[in-house]
């Protein structure tokens, strides 16, 4: 304890004698001018700004001051709280920028819950339903991995109380989006300060500090000079990386003419700051080409921009140089001054949670790892954060830690902000198939989830259908107390379609219309935690059907009539799920299956047992850019009458491609499917990625267990070029099967 009490005196000793870059400069007024680094905003373009800083290391210029907007205030916030130049160059070009800025969370770490939303439906528009009105999200991607990134990085700063006590110190521009005038931020939190300056509109969501609603400062300021000079600057070198106004050619679309606008607003400031520099000031505009502010999968090129456009006007930068001992004594007082923001980080005392219910906040509490008492550990706690975000119900999830000073430990506030467009969210997706020989369908689906009807945690679900199928299903779900994973849930699902028969050589015989409705209460248990792999259920199930046939050939071999049947009984079912993604998976597995035995009546007469046993799996493994999908389905039933239609079927695009949907069924089902794809160096603007790959099917249906045989399986394929588009995964195939047919198919949807 003597020894840890002597090294603090010792560290603040030399700290003190070791003169602050704001004394250092004062001391040298007379001698050298303060200096100010302006660096503007521009996205991904933002990156050429540390190609300047590594060239402004190089000339020896030492910097007084830093003021930046947007992507310039991270990068200069982050150089002003004691990173160096290459230590900035190598974090940035580390970091997984796409996967930053990716809206979703790895979907191995969702419940089911959410997976299974995420599998039902790929939607075309998503939005909530809050106060009497529909509203969109405020941002179209999430903030929150970019914020995790910039309070690793500032954790040494999370003490101080103004932003002149960094190693250089700064200020941040952002807009009050209230008012539209600029805000200066000269204290806080820093991490926070930097998000706000760059809340891109319709990108991410505006940032509360202060009671204010702050977003992107470039709409107001770019390039902030009239900033530095308040902060006392005589000269200023500023940085212009913003993007330039586009052509015409880019105008001919919605997005293009608002992007161009948004340009145009930014350009005007810019240019209005530019016309208050003087002879003595700087002015770096690299000449980055043709690279956007959308780019920052390619940080390695516009730092290596920047950096040479630098040292090309070295003799400029000249007169802002000082010779070595003095630039070493600058580096050294911003290393002391770094060096004393970095405190050792405590033992973690009180755990809080902000923005939440009490209630809520203790069902949320237990799936942290990080406890009261435990060091701080960034990642777990990192890792801890991301659990809460996999909900989707919070826009904003943050922390800060907070000293006290009796017992030395910090204080961990989890600061959570709930969807401001939540908590009834309503997802409409749609699905369609065409052979172009006249046989298609089309459904339109809409899904709606209410989240946390009451402080356990309870959600209500809803899907409806329209089109070949018309659908309804309804589930209400409630877990059994806040410290229980265990829970209950009971659903009502009905639906009416129309199905056809065929004879074994693919002729249709009859067209029958079929309904049903079920209701069921089930207990389940999470496997996983909070569900992450999957779950398990047991309940009771009651369905009542009629299947009624409308068109009938005179070669279907039975008298077709309407047929009514009833069951009641039990069922069991395990869901696991841990595909990357629902869209053309890359690794993973998802398996599922379900047992349900009971009681069947049908038209009113005696009862007789039935069984029923469905199950299905993917896996899912790549090797680069190469990926095989292995696939299949086992199902059985008792019979029961043809008319009412068998109860399993094949048929259609990767479920015995070539053959009509349906058009092979019975109560006995055997399938398999072996598909490749390999996605494609190539990107479209509406898709996540493109494909082109094949598949290898086999498979059957029998009515009678007696009739099954492999040597009955049937063959079919596909070669297929796909797209995981925004409205879901998009198919155009060969399909081909030697009792089927051969032809064109058009697929948009899950196989």
Same mark, same amino acid.
């Given at each position: 304890m003597r020894s840890r009490s002597i090294l603090l005196i010792l560290t603040t000793v030399a700290t003190l004698l070791v003169p602050l870059p704001s004394a250092a400069q004062g001391s040298n007024a007379g001698e050298r001018p303060r200096v100010a680094l302006v660096l503007s905003g521009g996205g991904a373009r933002g990156f050429a700004h540390v190609g300047v800083l590594k060239a402004l290391e190089a000339a020896r210029v030492p910097v007084d001051m830093i003021v930046g907007t947007s992507m310039g205030a991270i990068i200069g916030g982050l150089y002003a709280s004691g990173m160096k130049a290459d230590d900035l160059e190598r974090e940035i070009v580390e970091v997984d920028w796409g996967g930053l800025f990716n809206s979703r969370e790895p979907r191995q770490l969702l419940s089911q819950r959410r997976k299974e939303e995420d599998f039902e439906l790929s939607p075309v528009l998503l939005l909530g339903f809050r106060d009497g009105e529909f509203q969109l999200p405020t941002g179209a991607v999430s903030s929150r991995s970019l914020e995790m990134l910039l309070r690793r990085y500032t954790l040494s700063t999370r003490h101080l109380e103004s932003?002149?006590?960094?190693?250089?110190?700064?200020?941040?521009?952002?807009?009050?989006?209230?008012?539209?005038?600029?805000?200066?931020?000269?204290?806080?939190?820093?991490?926070?300060?930097?998000?706000?300056?760059?809340?891109?509109?319709?990108?991410?969501?505006?940032?509360?500090?202060?009671?204010?609603?702050?977003?992107?400062?470039?709409?107001?300021?770019?390039?902030?000079?009239?900033?530095?000079?308040?902060?006392?600057?005589?000269?200023?070198?500023?940085?212009?990386?913003?993007?330039?106004?586009?052509?015409?050619?880019?105008?001919?679309?919605?997005?293009?003419? &608002?992007?161009?606008?948004?340009?145009?607003?930014?350009?005007?400031?810019?240019?209005?700051?530019?016309?208050?520099?003087?002879?003595?000031?700087?002015?770096?505009?690299?000449?980055?080409?043709?690279?956007?502010?959308?780019?920052?999968?390619?940080?390695?090129?516009?730092?290596?921009?920047?950096?040479?456009?630098a040292r090309t006007v070295s003799e400029a930068l000249a007169r802002f140089a000082v010779d070595e001992p003095r630039y070493a004594g600058w580096v050294k007082s911003r290393s002391a001054q770094a060096l004393a923001n970095a405190d050792r980080v405590g033992r973690i005392g009180a755990i809080r949670f902000e923005g939440v219910s009490e209630e809520r906040a203790a069902r949320l509490a237990r799936a942290l790892d990080t406890e009261p008492g435990q060091r701080l550990d960034v990642p777990r706690l990192e890792a801890d954060l991301q659990k809460l975000s996999v909900s989707g119900d919070y826009e904003r999830i943050d922390y800060t830690l907070s000293r006290r000073e009796d017992n030395g430990t910090e204080d961990l506030t989890i600061k959570l902000r709930e969807n401001a467009w939540g908590p009834n969210y309503l997802r409409v997706g749609l699905d369609l198939r065409t052979d172009f020989q006249g046989e298609g369908a089309f459904n339109l689906r809409i899904s709606h989830n209410r989240h946390w009807l009451n402080e356990s945690g309870a959600e209500w679900r809803n899907r409806v259908q329209l089109g070949e199928t018309v659908g309804l299903y309804s589930e209400i779900y409630q877990p059994l107390g806040v410290n229980s994973e265990r829970f209950a849930a009971a659903y009502v699902d009905t639906s009416i379609n129309k199905v056809e028969l065929f004879s074994d050589e693919g002729d249709a015989l009859a067209l029958v219309q079929r309904q049903g409705i079920k209701v069921g209460a089930d207990l389940g248990w999470p496997i996983g935690l909070r569900g992450t792999i999957g779950e398990a259920r047991l309940g009771v199930v009651a369905s009542a059907h009629r299947a009624k046939p409308e068109l009938i050939s005179s070669a279907l071999p039975v008298t077709a009539q309407t047929v009514r049947w009833t069951e009641r009984g039990l069922r069991a079912a395990v869901m696991a799920?841990?595909?990357?993604?629902?869209?053309?998976?890359?690794?993973?597995?998802?398996?599922?299956?379900?047992?349900?035995?009971?009681?069947?009546?049908?038209?009113?007469?005696?009862?007789?047992?039935?069984?029923?046993?469905?199950?299905?799996? &993917?896996?899912?493994?790549? *090797?680069?850019?190469? &990926?095989?999908?292995?696939?299949?389905?086992?199902?059985?039933?008792?019979?029961?009458?043809?008319?009412?239609?068998?109860?399993?079927?094949?048929?259609?695009?990767?479920?015995?491609?070539?053959?009509? &949907?349906?058009?092979?069924?019975?109560?006995?089902?055997?399938?398999?499917?072996?598909?490749?794809?390999?996605?494609?160096?190539?990107?479209?603007?509406?898709?996540?990625?493109?494909?082109?790959?094949?598949?290898?099917?086999?498979?059957?249906? *029998?009515?009678?267990?007696?009739?099954?045989?492999?040597?009955?399986?049937?063959?079919?394929?596909?070669?297929?070029?796909?797209?995981?588009?925004?409205?879901?995964?998009?198919?155009?195939?060969?399909?081909?099967?030697?009792?089927?047919?051969?032809?064109?198919?058009?697929?948009?949807?899950?196989?």
């Open positions: 932003f002149d006590q960094l190693p250089t110190p700064f200020r941040a521009v952002a807009t009050d989006m209230e008012t539209g005038l600029a805000v200066v931020m000269d204290r806080g939190d820093l991490a926070a300060a930097l998000r706000a300056s760059m809340s891109v509109p319709g990108v991410f969501s505006p940032l509360s500090i202060d009671d204010r609603i702050l977003g992107d400062g470039g709409l107001v300021n770019n390039l902030p000079v009239d900033v530095a000079r308040a902060m006392g600057a005589e000269v200023i070198i500023a940085v212009n990386i913003g993007t330039p106004l586009a052509g015409r050619d880019t105008l001919d679309t919605v997005l293009g003419v &608002t992007t161009q606008m948004v340009n145009i607003l930014t350009e005007q400031n810019v240019q209005a700051s530019i016309a208050t520099l003087t002879p003595k000031d700087l002015l770096l505009a690299p000449p980055l080409g043709k690279l956007t502010s959308s780019d920052f999968d390619k940080a390695v090129e516009l730092v290596k921009m920047g950096n040479e456009y799920d841990q595909l990357d993604f629902a869209n053309f998976p890359s690794r993973g597995y998802r398996g599922q299956a379900e047992l349900s035995w009971g009681r069947r009546q049908v038209d009113g007469g005696e009862t007789s047992d039935f069984t029923r046993l469905e199950s299905s799996f &993917t896996a899912v493994k790549s *090797w680069g850019v190469h &990926t095989f999908n292995v696939g299949g389905r086992m199902a059985y039933t008792n019979q029961i009458p043809l008319a009412a239609i068998d109860e399993y079927s094949l048929g259609g695009f990767q479920n015995l491609s070539g053959y009509r &949907t349906a058009q092979v069924a019975g109560n006995y089902l055997l399938f398999g499917r072996l598909t490749y794809y390999q996605r494609l160096p190539y990107s479209v603007g509406v898709a996540r990625a493109l494909f082109v790959g094949g598949s290898l099917e086999a498979g059957n249906a *029998w009515t009678e267990r007696s009739d099954i045989t492999l040597r009955q399986l049937r063959g079919a394929g596909s070669l297929f070029v796909g797209a995981d588009t925004g409205i879901g995964p998009l198919y155009l195939s060969i399909v081909s099967a030697p009792k089927g047919y051969t032809g064109l198919y058009l697929f948009l949807g899950r196989p």
